[in-house]
């Protein structure tokens, strides 16, 4: 079993996967995802492209009111995939695989930072924050 901390590390990368799906930067991340799944086997990769290509497929055709239901699916299956490599790793590949995950996360901007808001709907007035160690003001209202 994983502890919470790789199984937040597993998370992250899957939520890189789905941010990515779809985006600019689409080709690059998958390349390396696959990569780092692949783990220097040229069989694996290609799965690993193949599954990263159903994923973008998948996002691409979800329908508006489907979108936020198969983005969350489709980022616990790869938060499945990267937690499954990371229990079959022994200890110093994990630790390394941990941190080129990291790093495939930070790259694209899913790095968990302490808090994650996604598919909110928001009615008036809000603030939201993330991050360590922000400073944020906020005046709601007409200053009355």
Do not use: I, K, Y
Not at 16 to 24: I, L, R
Not at 55 to 63: I, L, R, Y
Not at 71 to 82: K, S, T
């Amino acid at each position: 079993m994983l502890t919470e901390a790789l199984t937040a590390v597993a998370a992250g990368g899957g939520m890189a996967v789905v941010q990515a799906a779809g985006s600019d930067t689409w080709a690059w991340f998958r390349t390396r995802c696959a990569r780092l799944v692949g783990r220097g086997d040229d069989a694996r990769e290609a799965e690993a492209l193949e599954r990263l290509d159903r994923t973008a497929a998948a996002v691409a055709a979800a329908e508006e009111g489907e979108r936020e239901r198969v983005l969350a699916v489709h980022a616990v299956l790869w938060q499945g995939e990267f937690a499954s490599l990371l229990e079959s790793l022994a200890e110093g590949d994990r630790e390394r695989f941990v941190e080129r995950l990291r790093s495939l996360a930070r790259d694209f901007g899913s790095e968990p930072s302490g808090g994650a808001v996604t598919g909110n709907t928001f009615h008036g007035p809000t603030a939201v924050q993330t991050g360590d160690h922000n400073r944020q003001e906020n005046h709601f209202g007409s200053g009355r």
